[in-house]
DNA sequence: CATGCTAACTTAACACCGTTAGTTGAACCA
DNA sequence: TGGTTCAACTAACGGTGTTAAGTTAGCATG
């Protein structure tokens, strides 16, 4: 059955699709033949609108990355930071399964330059110096993603017997797990928070 | 060539072998057959010692993550955080492509649950409440695994064009690539010794 | 000392993977 | 109307993790 009258797929369907099974199946859930049998279709009709599974996978973690909110510097630069900060985490715990697949690489996503340029450029705006704002987004990054990647909610439950023992408002090791998202997002917020009072210290003082 | 006089393989060699070929061609480079290959045996001879592919991966995560030192918080909470932060990152930067594998879950590195246990035993002992030693622990861990998987040396440079404009010590893309080891080690310091500076500053306020 | 059991390998094969080649016929432009 | 391009198809390639079945060395037991 070739070329249909209305075409069957698009890159947005596919990408929909794709994030679907993967928040559904988790990464490794999502393979070519899978989606193409979701979106009604064979295997390799994917390859026209997709060169490889990689650009794919790229065009997805783009889209998830377009929700990170840039725009909050001209409220200061702690504020800028806060509202960054939290919007990248927040659109990483919605699909918490990309994160291995952002753990492999950089990939296309120029989306990011612009980005990391606001950021830099706010700072700097702020009164930070140039190497620090770097420094200061790159940190930030890192909480972020450290922050998606060892995340009690993907299943990172070494310490639970600590959590357990310590974390007073929950009572046992099924709790917990309800209460992950809580216990994820007060370890971030805490981690956010200590980290931006060391840095205004140290914008204050000399 | 069955049942060989004495035995071809032993998990710690293939738990070597593996990581050697990880630290050469990255995860993806990693198979069963070629890990074989290289250890001059057939596939399935692999089995024998390990159940999966998955639990080998989880071995020899945990065995890089044995050279994490969690001993120094006898020297204050401040002296045991950076220790452990510190040999932790260089844990994984001396093996940077085990960092996907990282990302993709929990795994059965029981060995956490000792180290976690002596991290928040520290804090508290020197004064933190437990749900803030907690979130310390957890807090640590982000900036870690955070800056591991975003490093720089792994490639993710996004901002290269930023890093030009600011690093005023580096010249062009070429010394930034030569550098970027040091990059990542100076904003990794950075976001810790933020991070600390914030955390000293809450302990001896109220 | 012979017998049987287990250990540690072998080769063959399964189901799946990402991807390429070659084919088909509708849609569009000259 | 004719030719080209597009968007799908089926078939197939080389690779993956893993399982099944075969082979024999080593060891324990009668």
């Known amino acids: 059955m070739p070329r249909p009258t209305t075409p069957l797929l698009s890159q947005a369907g596919i990408r929909a699709s794709a994030l679907e099974i993967i928040d559904r199946e988790g990464l490794d859930g999502l393979s070519m033949r899978k989606l193409a049998a979701a979106l009604g279709v064979s ?3 994917l390859y026209f609108h997709y060169p490889t599974k990689e650009h794919l996978l790229d065009d997805v973690a783009s889209e998830i990355m377009e929700k990170v909110d840039v725009s909050a510097f001209g409220h200061g630069w702690r504020e800028g930071l806060l509202t960054w ?3 990248y985490r927040a659109a990483l715990a919605e699909h918490p399964n990309i994160v291995p697949f952002l753990a492999r690489g950089p990939g296309q996503r120029d989306a990011s330059l612009r980005r990391a340029d606001a ?9 930070w110096p140039p ?10 990054k890192y909480l972020v993603l450290g922050a998606a990647m060892g995340s009690f909610s993907r ?46 210290a140290r914008l204050s003082k000399p």
């Not at 190497?131 to 930030?140: C, D, F, L, Q, V």
């Not at 809580?182 to 060391?198: K, Q």
Request: aromatic fraction near 8%; proline fraction near 3%; glycine fraction near 10%.
């Open 85 to 87: 900060a939290r919007s």
């Open 131 to 140: 190497r620090e704002a770097t420094m200061i987004g790159a940190s930030t």
């Open 43 to 45: 295997a390799p009709a």
């Open 119 to 127: 950021i830099h450029g706010g700072l700097v705006a702020a009164g």
């Open 155 to 200: 299943g990172f439950v070494d310490d639970v017997q600590v959590y357990l023992d310590r974390y007073p408002s929950l009572g046992d090791a099924h709790r917990l797990r309800e209460h992950a998202d809580t216990v994820d997002r007060d370890s971030f917020e805490f981690a956010l928070t200590m980290f931006l009072d060391g840095l205004a």
